[in-house]
């Protein structure tokens, strides 16, 4: 359904957020002022006295006591008059709902003077909800379709999100084929039949929405007329959309089209739409549901809390902590504007007068027009805002059910109600939650040239720090959005957070692509950005960020062209590390990276980093665009074996060393320390996802003869200095036919920061039992905690075989294999050279067991894969035509299907210059074995088919056409690995059955 993305929470993820929040409350609690119930406190002569005040929901006091609260306006308004003769003071909120008829607003009125300090917290154990919705209520069956309910609301009331108890529920919707509508200038024609007849049903269709979902663009497009096939679109809406980069008739990748925002769309359970002028309110409920047993949260407001001064007199010393913000939606993308995205967050507004007048048909990919905007985009506002601000703290609070970004930190005038741009220096965000968010978690910085390069320097954003929060499920609705994001600040620290279930990046620092930074870009000379904006010779104010110690997982799962962590332009003096990330990607993903130095980016550090389950490595967009990317340093990271490549060496005075290829679950010491080290602070309790005890083994290379014996060992490691890991046992079990001795000396107790050696000795049998690699599984348990935990690790062994009898083998290539041969099944061990060039090794190295001049001008090749190690991202395994297998980088008539991790693959030396060119990807095949391959051949053609069981076959689309064959092709088994000479490299062992030529 549009507008709905993957979910999923990691192990224990919430048990932790909370505790999180907990911990941080009572340790700021223990700081700032001491437990009592008094309305006046005495310190010492050099600290400010503390007044205590409380508010409740519903209150009518006016003293603001523990016995008579007062409401939150009297509230601030006594301790404003607190604050203003020098004391501290404390506003303690009592649980309860805050409904707010008005954002509330803070400012230099509202500011601790000199070490004093104000804050507002939540009653000890209470939740105080802030909120800018009111509740539904009132629900009645709707005679516009099944299922559908009605509520009244105030008429002229608009919003684009609806909470159902706590959750975005989606618009009214459904999706459109980019198949379906003809793009134009003013809109688009429908060519679907049932497409256009629904849209004819639409009552007013100015309130319908086109929504695109593209590769970094998320677009909601207003309409502004249907007439029968004719869809005319808002403008400048229209017109801002489809010029410029990744555009609504031209993005970088499949879009996804979605038809938005009236009643006459309710598709599925869970939608809404609403009608302003008839003041109704419509949802669809699933069977069985009334509506009126759902917590419906409907925002009046755009923002709960604004937090801004003037650069005279900023607000300064505030503390917010244990407060829940919830309840707005952002209307800028209901207007004739709409929502013409750019990039996390920010948007092309207004009318353009340098757009060319055929800039649909000729701007597609950027040009000087459209440069013209660059520096005048929009930023989605912030729900909790902050500009014009010393010294401000959010503690513990939670961010929920909020229609654009959650927090926003000294961003552009234009996206907070202040309108005082920027100027946020000293602020903490620490311990809070975010989720459930129509955009971002956190933004700071602007995208304008004030926030790059300050006209005066109380704009310049500095000391930002964000540490130890927890951000899920956010990028709900505005999809191009970062848990995490930042642009121009002088002094960042991104650290200890947990983020997770994001559609882009998880974390997004730097802007501007270079075109601002000193000196410009040549990149943007070219473009036309200098002819409408200014080429500094002074770099931006950004430098020193901190990226360090977060843990993110099931990041990217909508866009792409982004990263766990994605870099833009120059920001000296800066550090990735500590970093874990798990889970990079969807079905849709293409161009994204567990480190992402987009463009321009320099002068950055990425160091002792983790990332598993990501199909790619470590990238910097350098040649051959020209980016300006430079100064990049990587060492000691750590990716998975199938995608632990980099490729910032490209880019001057640039280095990597010590990138380690991870074969899990048997990570490196060095790996699982990080591991522990990521994500929340303090964890209150024993935790799967950062397990305290690493283990790795150490395992000889090689295959076993006959009862040979091998010793594996496993080094144990306690990461937590303070606590011992008791009750250890470690165990390793391997197939039937092999024998496992444990070493005397097993550990019983590990004692904090400490360090145990234990092992097995591994015999094989007298005779093999197959030729696949034979697996076995370390176990260790251990009590940490007071709770059990228990961690494998997993590893193979290989049985010398007999040599191959029944057929030729062949390595080719500068590659080196070990065949064998086991009753009609056949094995390949060893290190290969990819046949397809990847990352710049133009080899043709394979190995081949093979039947010679077996394939003739009409034949069937079949075999089954029953087994391949994936050693990196491009191993593969199948079988192969040609001429003659034994001219390898030479020999014509070459051709093969292999299954790899991108599914099954058909290659094709195309030129004839004996080394594979044009390759047709089956990506929704099957990625490992077992899976039966066939080449049909026939003439000079050649197909491609793939059966899980055998007997059912399902055959390739494209059809082959051979360079120069022979009547007669040898025809084989193949497997492909890499070259054995890079940080990668690892021998890795293919089987076969079922070999035949017919």
Same mark, same amino acid.
């Given at each position: ?7 999923r ?18 340790a ?52 404003r ?38 804050t ?33 609301? @105030?008429?002229?009331?608009? $919003? ?12 009214a ?15 688009f ?5 049932a497409?256009?007849?629904r849209l ?5 269709p ?31 809406s ?22 938005e925002n ?24 699933g ?20 937090v ?18 919830t309840g #707005? ?5 209901? #207007?004739d ?11 092309? #507004? ?22 013209s ?10 729900a909790? /805002? ?27 005038g ?9 100027g946020?220096k000293?602020?903490?965000v ?10 971002g ?32 499920d ?10 995490v ?25 730097? %802007? ?8 410009g ?7 036309g ?16 960020y901190?990226?360090v110690?977060?843990?993110?997982d *099931?990041?990217?799962?909508?866009? *792409? ?19 874990y ?17 987009d ?15 990501i @199909? ?5 967009n ?7 990317n430079?100064h990049? $340093? ?12 980099e ?9 990597s ?16 320390r990080?591991i %522990? ?20 083994l ?29 009750a ?38 007298e ?6 690699? /034979?697996? %076995?599984t ?13 961690? #494998?690790?997993?590893?193979?062994? $290989? ?22 041969e ?31 001049a ?27 035509l ?12 070459y051709?093969s ?9 058909l ?5 004839g ?13 099957? $990625? ?14 050649v ?8 007997v ?5 689309? /494209?059809t082959?056409?051979l *360079?120069n064959?022979?009547a ?31």
């Amino acid at each position: 359904m549009p507008g709905t993305q993957s979910r999923r929470r990691p192990h224990d993820l919430e048990r932790r957020a909370r505790v999180t929040a907990i911990i941080a409350i009572t340790a700021l609690l223990g700081a700032v002022m001491p437990t009592t119930t008094s309305t006046a406190m005495t310190s010492t002569a050099a600290e400010p006295t503390v007044k205590m005040i409380y508010a409740a929901p519903e209150a009518h006091g006016t003293r603001g006591t523990e016995a008579q609260p007062c409401s939150l306006a009297r509230a601030q308004a006594h301790a404003r008059r607190l604050a203003a003769a020098g004391h501290s003071v404390v506003v303690t909120l009592a649980g309860g709902r805050y409904e707010l008829a008005a954002p509330l607003r803070f400012d230099a009125r509202d500011s601790g003077i000199g070490e004093a300090t104000v804050t507002y917290r939540a009653a000890d154990g209470e939740r105080p909800v802030v909120t800018g919705a009111s509740k539904v209520r009132g629900w009645t069956r709707s005679s516009i379709g099944d299922g559908v309910w009605k509520a009244r609301t @105030p008429v002229g009331l608009d $919003t684009r999100q609806l909470y159902v108890d706590e959750k975005l529920a989606p618009r009214a919707s459904i999706a459109v084929d980019p198949s379906d509508i003809t793009m134009n200038a003013t809109g688009f024609t429908v060519k679907d039949q049932a497409l256009r007849s629904r849209l004819a049903r639409v009552a007013d269709p100015s309130r319908l929405e086109l929504q695109s979902v593209a590769s970094f663009t998320n677009r909601y497009l207003p309409v502004k007329s249907v007439a029968g096939a004719t869809v005319t679109m808002a403008q400048p809406s229209w017109d801002n959309s489809t010029f410029g980069y990744d555009v609504v008739q031209q993005p970088f990748r499949t879009p996804q089209f979605s038809l938005e925002n009236v009643p006459e769309l309710l598709s599925a359970a869970g939608q809404w739409a609403i009608d302003p002028a008839a003041g109704r309110l419509y949802y669809r409920a699933g069977d069985g549901v009334n509506p009126n047993t759902l917590d419906v949260e409907l925002p009046r407001l755009e923002s709960v809390l604004q937090v801004a001064g003037t650069y005279e007199a900023p607000a300064r010393n505030l503390v917010f902590e244990g407060l829940t913000f919830t309840g #707005t939606s952002w209307m800028h993308p209901s #207007t004739d504007d709409g929502f013409a995205s750019q990039q996390t967050g920010t948007y092309v #507004t207004g009318v353009s007068a340098e757009r060319p007048a055929d800039a649909f048909d000729t701007c597609r990919v950027g040009c000087s027009g459209f440069e013209s905007t660059r520096a005048a985009w929009g930023m989605i506002a912030g729900a909790v /805002q902050v500009s014009a601000a010393t010294n401000i703290d959010f503690v513990g609070n939670v961010f929920v059910n909020l229609g654009s970004q959650g927090l926003g930190i000294g961003n552009d005038g234009g996206a907070n109600a202040s309108g005082v741009d920027l100027g946020a220096k000293n602020i903490t965000v620490t311990g809070n939650r975010f989720e459930e968010l129509a955009g971002g978690g956190i933004i700071v910085g602007g995208s304008r040239l004030d926030a790059h390069h300050p006209s005066r320097p109380e704009m310049t954003n500095s000391d930002i720090v964000i540490d130890n929060n927890v951000i899920h499920d956010i990028g709900v609705d505005y999809k191009d959005q970062d848990g995490v994001f930042a642009t121009y600040v002088d002094g960042l620290t991104v650290s200890h957070n947990l983020i997770y279930n994001q559609p882009y990046s998880a974390i997004g620092v730097g %802007f501007g692509w270079g075109a601002w930074d000193a000196g410009g870009s040549p990149v943007y000379e070219d473009r036309g950005t200098y002819e409408h904006w200014p080429r500094y010779s002074t770099p931006t104010v950004a430098r020193d960020y901190r990226i360090v110690n977060n843990r993110m997982d *099931n990041v990217v799962t909508r866009m *792409n062209d982004a990263a766990c962590i994605y870099t833009l332009g120059s920001v000296p003096g800066s550090l990735i590390d500590g970093n874990y990330c798990t889970d990079l990607g969807n079905d849709r993903l293409d161009y994204s990276w567990p480190v992402y130095l987009d463009e321009a980016s320099r002068h950055w550090t990425v160091s002792n980093n983790v990332f598993l389950g990501i @199909p790619d490595g470590l990238h910097t967009n350098r040649a051959p665009s020209g980016q300006p990317n430079s100064h990049l $340093t990587a060492v000691n990271n750590y990716l998975s074996a199938n995608a632990a490549t980099e490729d910032l060496t490209r880019a001057p005075d640039s280095t990597s060393t010590n990138l380690v290829a991870v074969h899990e679950p048997n990570l490196p010491l060095e790996a699982s320390r990080i591991i %522990f080290g990521s994500g929340l602070r303090d964890r209150a309790a024993a935790d799967d996802d950062h397990p305290p005890v690493g283990a790795q083994l150490s395992v000889p290379d090689g295959r076993l003869g006959p009862s040979q014996s091998i010793t594996v060992t496993a080094a144990l490691e306690n990461f937590d200095a303070a606590r011992s890991a008791t009750a250890v046992s470690t165990t390793l079990a391997g197939p039937e036919g092999w024998t496992v001795t444990p070493a005397p000396d097993q550990p019983n107790t590990i004692a904090g920061g400490g360090s145990a050696t234990t092992g097995w000795t591994v015999t094989a049998p007298e005779r093999p039992a197959s030729t696949a690699p /034979q697996e %076995f599984t370390a176990t260790i348990s251990y009590t940490y905690r007071g709770e059990p935990f228990v961690a #494998t690790r997993t590893f193979t062994l $290989t049985q010398k075989l007999p040599a191959v009898t029944s057929l030729s083998t062949f390595a080719g290539g500068g590659a080196a294999m070990e065949f064998g041969e086991l009753d009609g099944s056949y094995s390949m061990t060893g290190y290969s050279g990819d046949t397809m060039g990847l990352f710049g090794i133009d080899q043709d190295s394979y190995g081949t067991i093979y039947q010679e001049a077996a394939a003739g001008t009409t034949s069937t090749v079949t075999v089954r894969v029953t087994a391949y190690d994936q050693v990196v991202r491009s191993s593969k395994a199948g079988i192969v035509l040609r001429n003659d297998l034994t001219q390898a980088g030479a020999g014509r008539g070459y051709v093969s299907l292999m299954v790899q991790s991108e599914g099954v693959t058909l290659f094709n030396d195309s030129d004839g210059d004996g080394k594979i060119d044009e390759f047709y990807p089956l990506r929704s095949g099957p $990625t490992t074995g077992p899976l039966w391959l066939r080449l049909t051949r026939d003439g000079g053609s050649v197909k491609g088919s793939y059966s899980v069981d055998g007997v059912t076959w399902t055959g390739l689309a /494209q059809t082959l056409t051979l *360079n120069n064959p022979t009547a007669s092709l040898d025809a084989g088994m193949i497997y492909v690995t890499d070259t054995g000479t890079t940080p990668t490299s690892r021998k890795g062992t293919a089987s076969f059955d079922s070999f035949s030529v017919e």
